[in-house]
């Protein structure tokens, strides 16, 4: 059974740090791109950043870009967000989720549960 | 890339059949095969429905179908579900290699 579980949402000030992470097991994580995509509470939902499989390649949405950086530890089938300079309007629940390639095709099959992210002072 | 554009809400008797659209630009939607539909509830993560365009992942209902023409995308639901209600978004790969969603649709089921 493919599992995804995120953690590492918390409350932090405006201009603060936070790092999720999300372990995935049930399916061969590194041959799989994965994504990190958050949704506004009562919002719709943005893709925010990528990684590839091998973690060579990664992709931001120009809202986070030079903010946040995606990262992956296949030993440890792994996925982090780390973001900085944090600001109130990316406050969410942050999803990870798993691609359907090895690269970016934005077809998600499985997500986890979410982990929410709070920005305020 | 803006949000992919979709109706706020879409209604239907049980048993009557909907179709929500999608509509973005020739850069997603229309550029490339990779269109998809999620369903999700209240609380609960996004499920995928739909992926490119119109085939259906394992143990999704036959029900569900979708279509794709020019920058428009569509889902249908045949034969409406009290359990279809939920909220539905499309999402594309785009050609700066990046992903986009809809503005999402809520379906009530009257």
């Known amino acids: 059974e493919v599992q995804l579980l995120e953690s590492g949402g918390a409350l932090v000030q405006p201009g603060g740090s936070l790092r999720l992470s999300c372990v995935a097991s049930?399916?061969?994580?590194?041959?799989?791109?994965m994504s990190w995509v958050r949704q506004t509470p009562g919002h719709g939902l943005e893709w925010v950043s990528a990684?590839?499989?091998?973690?060579?390649?990664?992709y931001y949405a120009d809202s986070v870009k030079g903010r946040f950086t995606i990262s992956r530890d296949n030993s440890k089938n792994t996925l982090y967000l780390q973001m900085n300079s944090l600001r109130a309007d990316d406050t969410a629940i942050y999803f990870c989720?798993?691609?359907?390639?090895?690269?970016?095709?934005?077809?998600?099959?499985?997500w986890g549960q979410g982990s929410l992210v709070t920005v305020s002072s | 890339h803006s949000a992919l554009t979709q109706p706020a809400s879409v209604s239907g008797s049980p048993g009557q059949s909907i179709t929500i659209s999608c509509t973005g630009t020739?850069?997603?939607?229309?550029?490339?095969?990779?269109v998809c539909w999620y369903q999700q509830h209240p609380g609960k993560a996004p499920k995928l429905m739909i992926y490119?365009?119109?085939n259906r992942p394992s143990g999704v209902s036959n029900r569900f179908s979708g279509s794709k023409s020019g920058n428009t995308a569509s889902l249908t639901i045949s034969g409406l579900q009290a359990e279809d209600e939920a909220d539905y978004y499309c999402?594309?790969?785009?050609?700066?290699?990046?992903?986009?969603f809809g503005t999402g649709t809520k379906v009530t089921v009257l």
């Open positions: 020739s850069s997603d939607v229309g550029g490339n095969h990779h």
């Open positions: 049930g399916f061969p994580f590194s041959s799989y791109a």
């Open positions: 999402s594309a790969y785009t050609s700066t290699t990046t992903g986009v």
């Open positions: 990684t590839s499989a091998s973690g060579q390649t990664t």
């Open positions: 989720a798993k691609d359907f390639e090895g690269w970016l095709v934005v077809v998600f099959d499985y």
């Open positions: 490119d365009v119109s």
